[in-house]
């Protein structure tokens, strides 16, 4: 109940943040060449929009088990093995999101906030430009500690849930 609303505020999260940069691409196109005066606001804000976008919705593809992955080894075995490089797997992703993201990504949205620098047309400060990447860190983070909670609980999880022969389901030992 809790992932499901979670996901549902994250989805629309994305959503608005992907209809925002839709009307401040279709802007850019329509001053540029109907206008002949282009818009360098909406320039920065889509690119920053753009960075927030990939990023969580990355992040939450991760989460709904529709995400770029290599299932070689995981899809040729069954039972306990199965579910023991599963977990693995889960474990590899959520270090490299703990630390790369969340520690590295904090530490790059940090100092360039006590840097004091802005962005040039819409003069806000890049640190929350940058903070796209420790969100959708600690978003991928929640999202693994849930893999391995239902992981524990003998199903696997690195699979999308409407894949008929690959759906969620117990595991005999």
Not at 49 to 76: C, K, N, V
Not at 145 to 154: D, R
Request: aromatic share 8%.
């Amino acid at each position: 109940m809790i992932r499901r609303a979670a996901d549902n505020l994250l989805r629309a999260g994305i959503m608005a943040v992907f209809l925002v940069l839709l009307v401040c691409v279709v802007w850019q196109v329509v001053s540029r060449y109907v206008l002949g005066t282009p818009s360098t606001t909406t320039d920065e804000l889509a690119r920053f929009l753009f960075m927030w976008l990939a990023l969580t919705g990355g992040a939450y593809t991760y989460g709904q088990g529709r995400h770029l992955a290599i299932d070689l080894l995981p899809l040729s075995l069954n039972g306990r093995p199965r579910l023991l490089v599963e977990a693995l797997i889960t474990l590899l992703i959520a270090a490299f999101a703990g630390l790369v993201m969340v520690w590295g990504g904090g530490q790059l949205m940090l100092k360039t906030l006590v840097s004091g620098q802005i962005s040039p047309a819409l003069q806000v400060p890049m640190g929350w430009v940058y903070g796209a990447v420790p969100v959708s860190g600690l978003i991928i983070l929640a999202y693994a500690a849930g893999n391995l909670v239902l992981n524990w609980a003998g199903k696997q999880v690195l699979t999308a849930p409407d894949d008929p022969e690959a759906t969620r389901h117990e595991v005999a030992s």
